[in-house]
């Protein structure tokens, strides 16, 4: 499927052959700066630097035929700023309260868009801000994140109208380290705002009733789920049910856990390699029934079944980014012409960024975008290493070539975000792709097949089997010995230049120069990203996490003490996954400490760790420092027993010292 979309491997494609190449990246870069919040002096230089770099591409180009680099900086700098006119419109959209409306409480009504039930009294919704015009409500672009406890959460339904006491919140980032980007993922979704919620703070005001389609789309999509269930069980209908219909919720945290750590976490997410796999299976049905419908016509109905499917998973913005993205893809190649893959698949990213620019912070929609860069520019002379003879070791190879390609492009992105990189990504790819091939086959295809009796009962087992497979052959290799490497900590301004010579040694043919200056900065740049994990993994500090009871650790080398309030096994949980993602990014054996009683004594080979409780909080002496954490709101610094203590402030205090902007670190 992939391979029939590549076309000509265009090395290094000019204005007049990759145009949408060169107006995403202008828009994306004024997106970019603008929400950086550059000042005009810094704006200036940086178009000023990417002009003469337009310049000199152009001077040194020999391929290209439009000498003259003029045009192409007009260009940029009207998209470029359209971009940065763009964003800020959006945001206003967003943003209806002024910046002083946060944190105090204020009747809001809100429709229900979203909502999802954690347990019998725990909700997490997103809800759209309304206000009254006459005698109607009317709909704002403002959207707030609430999470709501109580009995009434399990009575709220999706299209309800509630009125709340919201005391609104900025999404922010907690910035320990390893943590989630919640702030950068619900600006993608249009919301900046949170409030938490119990049952006085909520006033139904009107039940609505889902329109017809959505009624239809839910009787339908539960029809669907109530097959899979009558087919499969445990944790092959967990797998089925995020594979095929995209609903994560009986996914436990083993599974995930699995996926994650071999790199195929994407699988389980309802994207680009689904939507590319029913379109291939598609294709290859109709290729049966050519005589009664012509090539053309076959091509516009997989389309119209691409967004049916869409519907059918919720219209997730995953799901259409991927199902608009194939659809181009396909249209485009189907209309013949001068048919440019990368163009195509840069012209769907430019639409999407004009409906919303914030989309461009979506993880998703980056390493969705940038695997596909990486298939479409790479995959050719990845193939070409190696020529099979056997047919099935040939199409294992071009399958692992297909894989290997999207990886390339995205490594330097996962390492920025997740800090780990699975050694086994190959041999993950090689078997997860005629696996899940399989298993979308056949899991598309009960839902027909499971009405003939003798046939639905083998297609069940051959999909059972699949998924049993798929979840197996994955906690082999996340058991391999070495399986994830943890502790990459690679700076943001590296990712573009570590895609760029990744791009530059696969493409660019040994005997040229420019692959051995290539591979001589590579190489460089990989003992730079080395260096650098390694300084991860052997520093040693101390660090108090940004967290609603007192945590903290004491890394040294490659063992880490985490001493932490022992409250109840719900904040435990909590602990344990702050931890866990600290661990990615400072690897090291560890060792919890929970403190039942009021003082500990640790020591930690030569370092003697004493903590006791105080009356405005705990004091910890490490290495001859004291560093004092406050709860009083009373206390005063002048309290403390010396002025050369560190004082810090747990996060719900306003002030300078306050653990609110994130984990403090210590060298010790």
């Known amino acids: 499927m992939i391979k029939s979309f590549l076309g000509e ?14 107006l995403f990246t202008f828009y994306s870069l004024g997106i970019l700066i603008q929400e950086s919040g550059f000042e005009s002096k810094g704006i200036f230089g940086f178009v000023l630097i990417l002009g003469l770099f337009i310049f000199f591409i152009y001077a040194l180009n020999r391929n290209c035929k439009e000498r003259n680099p003029i045009p192409l900086f007009v260009i940029f700098i009207l998209f470029f700023s359209l971009g940065q006119v763009q964003l800020a419109l959006t945001k206003n959209e967003f943003i209806s309260d002024p910046p002083d409306a946060i944190n105090h409480e204020k009747n809001t009504v809100l429709q229900i868009n979203e909502i999802e039930l954690k347990d019998s009294i725990h909700a997490k919704t997103i809800g759209s801000v309304l206000v009254k015009n006459g005698k109607n409500w009317e709909h704002t672009n403002q959207k707030i994140l ?22 609104q919140q900025t999404i922010s980032n907690s910035n320990n380290p390893g943590e989630f980007n919640a702030s950068n993922y619900w600006k993608a979704k249009g919301v900046l705002n949170m409030s938490f919620l119990s049952d006085y703070d909520i006033l139904p005001l009107q039940h609505n009733h889902a329109n017809w389609l959505d009624q239809k789309l839910s009787q ?27 609903d994560k919720s009986l996914l436990d945290q083993e599974i995930r856990t699995s996926f994650g750590a071999t790199g195929a976490m994407h699988v389980l997410a309802v994207s680009g390699l689904h939507i590319g796999i029913i379109a291939q299976v598609l294709l290859f049905l109709f290729q049966f029934f050519s005589k009664l ?45 001068n048919y440019s893959p990368i163009n195509t698949l840069f012209f769907t990213a430019f639409i999407l960024l004009l409906i919303n620019p914030l989309v461009i912070y979506d993880i998703g929609f980056q390493l969705s975008y940038l695997a596909m860069l990486g298939i479409f520019s790479l995959y ?3 193939a070409a290493w190696y020529t099979p003879k056997n047919k099935i070791m040939n199409y294992l190879w071009q399958g692992s070539a297909i894989g290997f390609a999207a990886q390339a492009m995205t490594v330097p992105l996962t390492l920025y975000y997740f800090y780990q990189f699975p050694n086994y990504f190959a041999l993950t790819n090689l078997g997860i792709m005629g696996i899940s091939t399989v298993a979308m086959g056949f899991g598309m295809g009960i839902f027909i097949l499971h009405y003939i009796p003798i046939i639905g009962k083998i297609a069940s087992l051959i999909l059972s089997f699949s998924l049993w497979a798929m979840l197996h052959f994955l906690q082999w290799v996340e058991h391999l010995p070495g399986a994830v490497e943890y502790g990459f900590n690679v700076p943001y301004y590296l990712v573009p230049i570590l895609m760029l010579f990744t791009y530059l040694i696969i493409a660019t043919k040994s005997s040229n120069g420019l692959w051995k200056f290539s591979a001589c900065i590579f190489i460089v740049l990989l003992g730079v990203v080395s260096y650098g994990r390694y300084k991860q993994q052997h520093t040693s ?30 904040k435990t949980k909590q602990i344990e996954s702050l931890i866990s993602n ?79 902007g994130g984990s403090k670190i210590y060298k010790l």
């Open 541 to 570: 500090h101390l660090i108090f996490f940004n967290s609603n009871q007192f945590v903290m650790a004491v890394k040294i080398k490659s063992q880490i003490v985490v001493i932490y309030d022992d409250k109840n096994d719900k």
């Open 220 to 246: 339908i999509r539960n029809s669907l789920s109530l097959i899979l269930e009558k087919e499969l069980d445990g944790s092959n209908l967990a797998i089925a049910q995020a594979l095929i219909l995209g």
């Open 293 to 337: 419908i012509s090539r053309r016509n076959a091509v516009i109905f997989i389309v119209i079944l691409l967004w049916i499917y869409a519907l059918l998973t919720g219209f997730s913005p995953s799901v259409v980014r991927a199902v608009f993205m194939f659809s181009v893809l396909i249209l485009a190649q189907e209309a013949g012409g």
């Open 380 to 382: 050719q002379s990845i």
């Open 582 to 660: 600290y661990s990615k990014c400072y690897p090291g054996k560890l060792t919890f400490i929970p403190l039942k009683k009021e003082n500990a004594q640790v020591k930690f080979g030569t370092t003697l760790i004493d903590v006791k409780k105080e009356k405005f909080g705990r004091s910890v002496l490490v290495n001859n420092q004291i560093y004092t954490i406050v709860y009083d709101k009373e206390f005063k610094e002048n309290n403390s027993p010396s002025k050369k203590d560190i004082v810090l402030y747990m996060p719900w205090f306003q002030h300078p010292h306050s653990l609110a």
């Open 9 to 22: 491997n265009i090395k290094t494609p000019s204005f007049h052959s990759s145009p949408f190449t060169w």
């Open 146 to 167: 609430l999470y709501i406890q109580g009995d009434k959460a399990k009575k709220l339904n999706q299209n309800d109208i509630i009125l709340c006491i919201a005391k």
